[in-house]
């Protein structure tokens, strides 16, 4: 299986920060790779596909990017209800994987 | 409206069997594949496989094979994971998503709202 690691695991920002979130894949993917966004007791929800696709209707301070194994989501000018827990998964061969998870959280 | 609709919360003894459903709108159903994704309480997501019910065609996480079953009936737009025998460590959310499928590219665009099993003697 592939495995996708994220970092941070969580971390503190304040409203209008830049944020970026790294996740790394432990073999090359291509652009294979997502982005959801989780809010507690919600199910996740797509934002960026194929490592920067914006998901109709996502906000565009929203940005995905790499290729290969190393990829980041940025949020620009974060808002306060951008407050959730991010997760990348691989889809470039099944089964497909996920990050462990990075929660943003308000500083 | 687009949509995945799961059926509630189940609470079953070890041992006990299960099955519960997805139910889809908005589009058709039996020409997007469903996923099945699995998390326990405050942990992270897990890929248990996915199913196209147009000729139900399946596709197991190894980790799963074997411990679920995945079927639907495209009559009634309703997908369907089920269990033989539970265990305390089937405890956990299940949710169900759309496969999007784009530029040769895949993601889970639409989600269900998740349906929580609780495996408890």
């Known amino acids: 299986d592939i495995q996708m690691t994220q970092s941070p695991s969580s971390l503190s920002a304040s409203v209008g920060d830049r944020v970026t979130i790294t996740c790394r894949a432990s073999?090359?993917?291509?652009?294979?790779l997502n982005w959801y966004q989780q809010k507690p007791g919600k199910a996740p929800k797509l934002l960026i596909y194929?490592?920067?696709g914006l998901l109709g209707g996502v906000p565009s301070r929203f940005s995905g990017s790499g290729s290969g194994t190393d990829f980041t989501l940025t949020i620009t000018s974060l808002q306060p209800e951008d407050f959730a827990t991010y997760y990348c998964?691989?889809?470039?061969?099944?089964?497909?994987?996920f990050g462990q998870g990075t929660k943003v959280e308000i500083k | 409206e687009v949509q995945l609709v799961q059926s509630g919360a189940e609470v079953r003894k070890p041992g006990e069997s299960l099955k519960i459903s997805c139910k889809g709108s908005?589009?058709?159903?039996?020409?997007?594949?469903i996923g099945w994704v699995r998390q326990v309480p405050g942990k992270g997501l897990e890929w248990m496989g996915i199913?196209?019910?147009?000729?139900?065609?399946?596709r197991y996480s190894p980790s799963f094979q074997g411990q679920v079953t995945f079927s639907a009936d495209e009559s009634i737009n309703t997908a369907y994971l089920q269990w033989s025998g539970l265990k305390a460590s089937d405890t956990a959310i299940y949710y169900c998503?759309?496969?999007?499928?784009?530029?040769?590219?895949?993601?889970?665009?639409?989600w269900g709202q998740g349906t929580m099993v609780t495996v408890s003697s």
């Open positions: 998503a759309r496969r999007f499928y784009y530029d040769n590219r895949d993601s889970f665009d639409i």
């Open positions: 908005g589009y058709r159903f039996d020409t997007y594949w």
């Open positions: 199913i196209y019910p147009g000729d139900s065609d399946t």
């Open positions: 073999q090359s993917i291509s652009d294979y």
């Open positions: 194929g490592a920067s």
């Open positions: 998964q691989q889809s470039y061969s099944t089964p497909w994987t």
